[in-house]
């Protein structure tokens, strides 16, 4: 691949990237706002089952066949790349299959025994076919990224994320107003009749979390047929695609590509399991917390109890909350974050093919200054606005934020952890040990799943306990994977890398939080906390400029002296 063509690719995809984290937050934040606490905990229920059948199925497609196509074509044997393509085609739809099936076979006792929630049974059902979807698009994906062509997958990306959004908010929207339609004229919502429209907006809840689940099965669809326009566009014909017309067995094919995603898909197995903790631990331990502690309950949350969440429904409320507001705004900082990762990795592992350890060492301080350049401001100015910012964002959702602000300051107080343990975790792939992620994120899970229902237990932290837990089990993976780096043989300092970044990150949420508490009660608070996040913002940016974090550094300056001088060189043997 030439610079034009990788610069070409880095920004297309980083654009894609861009454009679906964006409209990613526009969906969820006003679906939240549609569904609640309690919409969202359906929700949330039915994805957290979806997330590790589709690690296990589709989630190591596109790189393991980007990687066989690229092969193949480097060699010259298109034809066997094309075979390749529709072999992984015939044998990840019926694995796409059988994952559909699974999670079909499984919907009713999942909803009832393990998520705990019942009203989730028909989301499941509805998300259920996005498996299928999903492993023939990666196979489509992974064919084109290898034929260095990203177009694809960007457009498939921007695709997905504008139909989610569209069809779910429309579906969960209309659902519920036709519900409220129906009570107001006396019409029987579902065959049924209610007395109060509480009553018909409970029934209508878990059908809206349903219509929303169901728009991301409908946008997986979408993004394939955007996959296949383009594929039969760009359809080749045979006697085109290259000199060697030698093509591998198909059990061959078959077993190569299983033994490739295997170890990818236990990785993207593990990444889940944070989500799945929460999904099995949460709402069983916060019920049985309530049961033991029903004073306390009733005394810190006497709000929510008031605004008409019974004490049955509170524990997935508060999961819905957690996962649905919290956990859903807090990870557009770390995702934003990790796109640095994509032009910083191939770098690093060029430098280390070159085995030039200070070459190594000046792209791995480089990405983690990227990753905190986004990640200190973000993670630290919202930790100390917290509250005001869930506010602005779920002006009507007072009694899910009285339940969640807490739960979103810690993740967002601990949420460099997070940046890092990603950066991490591509750094140790771009040097040939992608063992170590597995072994660092195991822990983390470890960790998570051990301190879950401990911490949760505990009344006075509640659903907070599941962000503390998540923070513990991120710092670990940081602060091992640092010392593992160091076996390595790179010698670098995260603190001495960052500390500047930090500290001008520290001074934006300190800024933030005082413009906050001076102008607080005597504007608006929309307006407040607009002025608050600009003020911190603009203190960052000046900070950063007087420390001088921009300036370059001398690795980068003697390497540019080098190529300068190699030119000068170069042109005088030319005269």
């Known amino acids: 691949m030439n610079n034009k063509t990788y610069i070409r690719n880095t920004a297309v995809l980083f654009a894609a990237m861009a454009v679906t984290k964006i409209v990613g937050a526009i969906f969820k934040i006003p679906l939240a706002n549609v569904l609640g606490g309690t919409g969202m905990g359906y929700f949330s229920a039915a994805y957290g089952l979806y997330s590790p059948v589709f690690a296990v199925t589709a989630a190591g497609i596109p790189t393991v066949l980007m990687r066989r196509t690229a092969q193949n074509i480097a060699t010259g044997r298109c034809r066997n790349a094309e075979k390749t393509k ?27 025994n393990i998520a705990c929630s019942p009203q989730s049974h028909t989301a499941i059902i509805f998300i259920a076919p996005a498996v299928l979807f999903c ?80 728009a991301v099965t409908l946008s997986e669809v979408c993004g394939l047929i955007a996959l296949l326009i383009h594929d039969k566009r760009s359809c080749k014909k045979t006697s085109d695609l290259g000199s060697d017309n030698t093509v591998d067995r198909t059990r061959d094919i078959i077993s190569s590509l299983m033994r490739d995603i295997l170890p990818i898909a236990v990785f993207a197995l593990v990444m889940n399991c944070f989500s799945f903790i929460d999904l099995i631990t949460v709402t ?56 640095t990762e994509k032009t910083s990795i191939p770098e690093i592992a060029s430098a280390w093919e070159k085995k030039n350890s200070q070459l190594i060492s000046e792209r791995i301080n480089t990405l983690f200054k990227a990753a905190a350049l986004i ?56 040097i040939g040990r992608a063992d170590i992620p597995l072994w660092l994120m195991g822990g983390a899970v470890v960790i998570k799943a051990v301190l879950n229902p401990l911490l949760i237990s505990i009344p006075q932290l509640n659903i907070s306990g599941a962000a503390l837990a998540t923070v513990a089990g991120y710092i670990f993976a940081s602060a091992a994977g640092m010392v593992l780096l160091k076996k390595n ?22 800024a933030a939080g005082m413009v906050y508490s001076i102008l607080s009660g005597r504007l608006i608070q929309p307006f407040v906390t607009v002025v608050s996040v600009f003020t911190g913002g603009l203190v960052y940016v000046i900070l950063l400029i007087t420390m001088g974090v921009f300036r370059t550094s001398p690795i980068i300056k003697s390497e540019n002296q080098k190529k300068y001088r190699k030119g000068l060189e170069k042109s005088a043997k030319i005269g």
């Open 135 to 214: 492993c023939i698009a990666s196979v489509y994906r992974g064919y084109y990224e290898g034929n260095l062509n990203v177009i694809p997958t960007a457009m498939a990306n921007v695709t997905e994320a504008v139909s989610r959004a569209v069809i779910g908010l429309a579906l969960s929207y209309g659902i519920l107003m036709y519900a409220k339609y129906c009570y107001n004229n006396g019409l029987a919502f579902l065959g049924t009749e209610y007395n109060t429209y509480n009553e018909v907006y409970e029934a209508a809840l878990p059908i809206a979390a349903a219509g929303a689940i169901l």
């Open 284 to 339: 069983r331990t916060l019920e049985l917390s309530l049961a033991e502690d029903q004073a306390f309950y009733d005394r810190a949350f006497r709000d929510v109890f008031a605004s008409g969440i019974s004490r049955d429904e509170f524990a997935n409320f508060a999961y819905g909350s957690y996962t649905g507001i919290a956990m859903s705004l807090f990870m557009i900082i770390p995702s934003f974050a990790g796109m």
């Open 489 to 510: 043989k790179i010698h670098i300092s995260l603190l001495r890398s960052t500390f500047h970044i930090v500290i001008c990150g520290t001074a934006c949420a300190f």
């Open 375 to 430: 990640g200190c401001p973000a993670c630290f100015g919202a930790a100390v606005l917290a509250e005001p910012i869930l506010s602005m964002l779920y002006a009507d959702r007072a009694a899910e934020i009285s339940v969640c602000s807490e739960s979103f300051m810690i993740l967002c107080a601990g949420g460099l952890f997070m940046v890092f343990a990603s950066a991490l975790s591509g750094i140790f792939q771009a």
């Open 86 to 112: 529709h072999t992984a085609l015939l044998i990840f739809s019926l694995i796409g299959t059988a994952g559909m099936l699974i999670i079909w076979l499984l919907s009713g006792f999942f909803a009832d």
